[in-house]
């Protein structure tokens, strides 16, 4: 039986989430699904927040005082980029790996 794509993904999670099915042996564990999951939802609001911010143009604005603070997606940036990282690393997979391309989990290329 499949296991289906959570509904709501952008394009990029759906691509981490059936590629990380087809080159890892997750099955039906459903602790490992929820790590999946929980990464691929990470990775969609990291990239919304990421582009929210570009739309604003900086993570710095000038508060009602005219003191600089940091930008509130900032924050969500930093969470989101965590979340994915330490549910990536409770499915033993490298974020960096995954970006260059390789589809073996735990091996590098060679040559890197």
Same mark, same amino acid.
């Given at each position: ?6 509904? $709501?993904?952008?394009?990029?999670? /759906? ?12 099955? /039906? ?25 570009? /739309?604003? $143009?900086? $993570? ?8 600089? /603070? ?40 060679? $040559?890197?």
């Amino acid at each position: 039986m499949k296991i289906k794509t959570p509904q $709501g993904l952008s394009a990029e999670a /759906k691509h981490l989430w059936t590629r990380t099915l087809a080159a890892w042996p997750i099955g /039906k564990e459903a602790t490992l699904l929820v790590c999946l999951r929980n990464a691929c939802f990470s990775l969609d609001r990291l990239r919304a927040a990421e582009a929210a911010l570009a /739309k604003h $143009g900086s $993570g710095i604005y000038l508060d009602r005082f005219g003191l600089p /603070k940091q930008h509130p997606l900032c924050l969500v940036i930093r969470d989101s980029t965590k979340q994915l990282h330490d549910a990536l690393r409770m499915l033993s997979l490298d974020w960096e790996q995954l970006n260059r391309g390789n589809d073996e989990p735990g091996e590098d290329q060679e $040559g890197d």
